[in-house]
């Protein structure tokens, strides 16, 4: 998914994405509440730009968001 032949900000932008999805999907249940829906809603916001720049993005169901 990393976007290959995107500006440095927009590869940037993926990286946070990727890895905030990361976090989720390894250690989702191990946040406090607050942290974890936070995190979900930062996700969901992140996913809107990746989606935006054509890169496919994997739904994020299983996360909860």
Request: negative net charge.
């Amino acid at each position: 998914l990393m976007g290959y032949g995107l500006a440095e900000p927009q590869q940037q932008l993926v990286a946070c994405y990727e890895g905030l999805k990361q976090v989720l999907e390894r250690h989702g249940q191990e946040l406090a509440p607050y942290e974890q829906r936070n995190a979900l809603k930062a996700l969901a916001a992140l996913w809107q730009i990746v989606n935006g720049l054509d890169l496919d993005p994997d739904h994020l169901y299983h996360l909860g968001a």
